[in-house]
């Protein structure tokens, strides 16, 4: 257990609609960070935060928005849901945000889009 | 054309064996370089992060970087069935943050 929680575990909606998942950082950890996974893309880094501002942006869609409140977790909101955002997202943490610090993954959402 | 490629596998070996898992990248500027493993229906781990070209080992795993020849490389010696589960690389450049770039990953299973 890498102490990272994400919820919900599981998310099935339809196409056109907003879902928003949820990040808890391990204890102490100021930088949070989120992931995609897919089978024809791999995992794909979206988006960090840290302290409460982001870091950095990666391949995240205009669809696709985050934040990280002042108690530090996070969250993920994709909205105008397509198929092809159909997924893993995973939501990983780290101490800081310097070259060397370690992420912790969390166990991911599964996102269907039917 | 991916700026880091991996062979997705999958690879099957049997116990004991001596198992060579490889990347290759197209980004000079990539500094940073390490081995997340991903069991099944898991978040991935890491297992090793290396800086600079040269070998770092951590018990039965060793981490290889060639930055000339932009390849890197993770061995696992004395494989067991618990090492069987995907591998993946990741590296960055490290402009003030840690945009990981990963490869495809490689589904490893060790048979008994």
């Known amino acids: 257990d890498s102490g990272v929680t994400q919820t919900p575990k599981h998310l099935i909606t339809a196409t056109g609609q907003r879902v928003t998942l949820r990040c808890s950082p391990r204890?102490?950890?100021?930088?949070v960070y989120w992931y995609q996974q897919s089978l024809d893309q791999g995992l794909q880094f979206l988006i960090q935060y840290y302290n409460g501002e982001e870091r950095a942006k990666g391949n995240i869609l205009e669809r696709f928005s985050a934040q990280q409140f002042p108690d530090l977790h996070s969250e993920l909101n994709l909205s105008s849901l397509e198929l092809g955002d159909s997924a893993l997202y995973f939501c990983?943490?780290?101490?800081?945000?310097?070259?060397?610090?370690?992420?912790?993954f969390g166990p991911g959402t599964r996102l269907t889009v039917l | 054309q991916k700026e880091v490629e991996q062979d997705p596998g999958p690879l099957s070996v049997p116990e004991g064996a001596i198992v060579s898992l490889n990347c290759t990248y197209s980004n000079s500027a990539f500094q940073y370089f390490m081995w997340y493993r991903q069991y099944s229906r898991k978040g991935p781990e890491l297992l090793m992060y290396t800086y600079s070209s040269g070998n770092k080992e951590d018990g039965r795993f060793t981490a290889q970087v060639d930055k000339s020849s932009k390849y890197i490389s993770l061995f696992i010696r004395d494989s067991q069935p618990s090492d069987s589960a995907t591998y993946l690389c990741a590296m960055n450049t490290y402009q003030g943050a840690q945009k990981l770039v990963f490869g495809q990953g490689t589904r490893l299973t060790i048979n008994p």
């Open positions: 204890s102490g950890d100021l930088s």
């Open positions: 990983a943490s780290s101490v800081a945000a310097g070259a060397t610090d370690t992420q912790y």
